[in-house]
């Protein structure tokens, strides 16, 4: 089955505490991108990578930092959480096409609070 | 720069009635543009897509038209569901990145 899997579903960690969350997915997509969603703001991307390799920020890069050493994985790390990072993260892969982008398969999501 | 707008909600409808949600949006060059549902305790999904102006994208009975001159890309069914109860996000990829609106809650009540 094609599917964006991100580990784990539910963390409760502690400020400082350095954390990561995975994700991988199985379809061969260049594209990934990591998202956070809060109440009111809607979805805000953190961070991206166009292939192996090959990241840039989003709209809300501090405080996140990314890797993407493997087509099929694009963990996120949190070196130093706060709670003004508790949130819904979501991972999203696709596929692009010479004029755009195929449109994301998105993860399930990781529910992250820090206290 | 590029942006989009979507009305806001929550939208209440009855089932089987008429459903529109507006989505307008700020773009440089030829964007693709998006609409994806998101159900309670889930991902996003792909709901639907257009890449050129004049494009309808079309899914599960829900359509969408992109509209260069108004920049806008409304989605619209003609009989919704209790089911369709969810989330709607409207996107724009341009330049290697998406930009998503807030989201447009919608309830359908039997």
């Known amino acids: 089955e094609a599917q964006v899997t991100q580990n784990p579903r539910y963390l409760i960690t502690v400020t400082g505490k350095k954390l990561t969350v995975t994700c991988s997915q199985n379809?061969?997509?260049?594209?990934m991108s990591w998202y956070r969603q809060d109440p009111g703001l809607g979805l805000r991307q953190i961070y991206y990578?166009?292939?192996?390799?090959?990241?840039d920020k989003g709209d809300v890069p501090e405080g996140y930092k990314v890797s993407r050493k493997e087509k099929r994985n694009f963990p996120l790390i949190l070196e130093s959480p706060s709670p003004n990072q508790t949130s819904l993260y979501f991972c999203?892969?696709?596929?692009?096409?010479?004029?755009?982008?195929?449109?994301?398969?998105f993860g399930s999501g990781t529910r992250l609070t820090v206290v | 720069g590029n942006s989009v707008t979507q009305m806001e909600g929550p939208v209440t409808l009855s089932e089987e009635a008429f459903l529109t949600i507006n989505c307008t949006y700020t773009?440089?060059?030829?964007?693709?543009l998006f609409w994806y549902v998101q159900y309670p305790g889930e991902g996003l999904q792909l709901l639907l897509k257009?890449?050129?102006?004049?494009d309808k994208g079309s899914n599960k009975g829900f359509e969408a038209t992109y509209r260069k001159e108004t920049t806008s890309f409304h989605l619209e069914k003609g009989s919704v569901q209790v089911s369709d109860s969810a989330v709607y996000f409207c996107?724009?990829?341009?330049?290697?990145?998406?930009?998503f609106g807030s989201g447009t809650k919608l309830n359908v009540k039997p």
């Open positions: 257009a890449t050129k102006a004049d």
């Open positions: 773009a440089t060059g030829y964007p693709s």
């Open positions: 379809m061969n997509h260049e594209y």
């Open positions: 990578s166009m292939n192996v390799e090959v990241t």
């Open positions: 996107a724009l990829y341009n330049f290697n990145k998406f930009y």
């Open positions: 999203a892969s696709s596929s692009l096409s010479p004029t755009g982008n195929y449109g994301y398969t």
